[in-house]
């Protein structure tokens, strides 16, 4: 089955400890993306890839980071400058192009304690 | 910079009872659009989308929506809600130009009572 996996679905931390996020897609997708979710907020896009070893921050990138170095794969790292990391964090992937739609992983839920 | 409104964080209805969740973009250039459904807990799933074709676009699970240009408008109706329908929903756009992001309304959360 193509699809998108995140893991960990539920990931806890302690306050001032740096904590990676996995996404994986065998959809053979160019494009990457990763989304912060708050309710009430909507979607808010912190980076996103169009090709590998290629990245651009999104319209809340500061206190994240990530890597591109296979197509396959776009992990984020949440550090200990993200001042309120605790939110619903969702993988997207797409062809690129804008009239094509993108397609979720299950999403990964971040408690900081 | 795109922009999308959607009117109403939840919206009530009866099983069996019309549904319209309300889109507003804001663009010069009609864009792309995207409805998206989100269970509690899971990803988004692709409920339909327009792409210059048919103005008037049927997507999954018996939804559909219509692109109004003078109105910059896509809301997203239902003719009779079922109690499966209750989630939330996301209205998104996107640029014509090559590559683009999305970018996503704040949803409007369905509930659907017997």
């Known amino acids: 089955d193509g699809g998108i996996t995140q893991s960990p679905k539920y990931l806890f931390r302690k306050e001032g400890q740096n904590v990676t996020l996995s996404c994986e897609q065998n959809?053979?997708?160019?494009?990457m993306y990763w989304y912060r979710q708050d309710p009430g907020q909507g979607l808010r896009l912190i980076y996103y890839s169009q090709i590998v070893n290629d990245f651009q921050k999104g319209d809340i990138a500061e206190g994240y980071s990530v890597s591109r170095e296979k197509k396959e794969s776009f992990p984020l790292t949440v550090t200990s400058a993200q001042k309120n990391p605790t939110a619903f964090y969702l993988c997207a992937s797409s062809t690129g192009t804008g009239r094509n739609e993108q397609f979720f992983g299950p999403g990964t839920r971040l408690t900081v304690l | 910079a795109q922009s999308v409104t959607q009117l109403g964080s939840h919206v009530s209805v009866s099983e069996g009872a019309l549904v319209l969740l309300r889109c507003n973009y804001s663009s010069s250039v009609p864009p792309y659009l995207f409805w998206y459904v989100q269970y509690p807990n899971q990803g988004l799933q692709l409920l339909l989308k327009?792409?210059?074709?048919?103005?008037l676009v049927k997507g999954i699970n018996g939804f559909e929506a219509e692109f109004k240009k003078s109105e910059t408008s896509f809301h997203l109706t239902k003719p009779s809600a079922h109690m499966s329908d209750a989630a939330e929903y996301f209205c998104?756009?996107?640029?014509?130009?090559?590559?683009?992001?999305?970018?996503f309304g704040k949803g409007t959360m369905l509930l659907v009572s017997p």
């Open positions: 998104a756009v996107s640029d014509r130009k090559g590559y683009s992001t999305l970018t």
């Open positions: 327009y792409t210059s074709a048919a103005t």
């Open positions: 959809l053979n997708h160019d494009a």
